[in-house]
């Protein structure tokens, strides 16, 4: 009666060993982990050069400087953060609508630098507009081009095309349609620019085809996915290796305690 009133403890010890390790191995290698958005607005209105930084929900933004600027070691204004409720924070010709609360412009053909404190994560979408330093009839200006770094240093990139205008030619504000294998890649950095269709129909923001500072953009609402850590995935590698060890002596234990 002890053996049988014994083993069923052990059955019933293992059984919360493997429930409780299951759990945290589903937690471990559910993608994504954890998501943040980054919104901008715990950042007052203020404008930001080059080389400078802000940090917001465990991410560094670094505002990166026009591919002229870089060359000729340039300072200048490149990010601003704008609130679409004050209709006095903008003195841009052509401010997005369709904002609701804080956005970031990026300006004179800048971009903005996301990383995660040298942790992976991954894009899932933004909201994005186009921004023009003048006014402008309706067309297609350009794209927003994203560029992520990968652990092994390559880098994979995509490009957006802008949302449209209303009525009164004003950029609008629109969600992003990034593709599959874009929102599926694990990064450590990720860049976000714009480019224009220059006379040759490419879309160019370089050195040797400049944009002239009109290559403006805005972003909100960017979603990040953190990705777990290979060496938290490793340690519950560990655990789960442990956890069957230890079943395989209580099994024997059990065994020998039944010919008893």
């Known amino acids: 009666m002890n053996c049988k009133n014994n083993q069923n403890k052990r059955d019933s010890g293992l ?8 759990a945290m191995l589903a937690l471990a290698f559910a993608a994504p982990a954890m998501a943040s958005t980054i919104d901008f607005e715990s950042q007052p209105p203020a404008v930001y050069a080059n080389d ?17 600027g870089e060359l000729l070691d340039l300072d200048g204004g490149i990010g601003t953060i704008l609130d679409s409720g004050n209709p006095m ?4 010709t ?12 990026i300006l004179n053909d800048g971009g903005v630098k996301m990383t995660r404190g040298g942790h992976q994560f991954a894009i899932s979408s933004l909201d994005f507009a186009f921004v023009s330093p003048v006014p402008v009839g309706p067309g297609d200006y350009g794209r927003l081009q994203l560029t992520g770094t990968l652990s092994d240093g390559s880098t994979l990139s995509t490009m957006l ?3 449209g205008q209303n009525s009164n030619f004003q950029f609008l504000f629109g969600g992003s349609d990034l593709d599959a294998a ?43 996915n953190e990705i777990p850590e290979p060496g938290s995935i490793a340690l519950f590698g ?21 010919t008893i």
């Open 15 to 22: 059984r919360r060993s493997v429930t409780t390790l299951g």
């Open 52 to 68: 400078e930084t802000i940090s917001t929900n465990g991410y560094n933004l670094l505002f990166v400087n026009s591919p002229i």
């Open 89 to 92: 924070s903008c003195d841009i």
């Open 94 to 105: 052509g401010c997005p609508a369709g904002a609701a609360g804080n956005y970031l412009a």
């Open 161 to 163: 095309a802008f949302p």
């Open 182 to 224: 874009f929102r599926g890649a694990v990064f450590t950095s990720l860049t976000i620019n714009a480019c224009l269709w220059d006379f040759n129909g490419d879309c160019s923001n370089s050195v040797d085809s400049p944009a002239m500072n009109q290559a403006q953009f805005a972003i909100d609402n960017v979603v990040l």
């Open 238 to 258: 560990l655990a789960a290796g442990a956890l069957g060890l230890s079943r395989r002596r209580a099994a024997r234990k059990a065994a020998k305690s039944a």
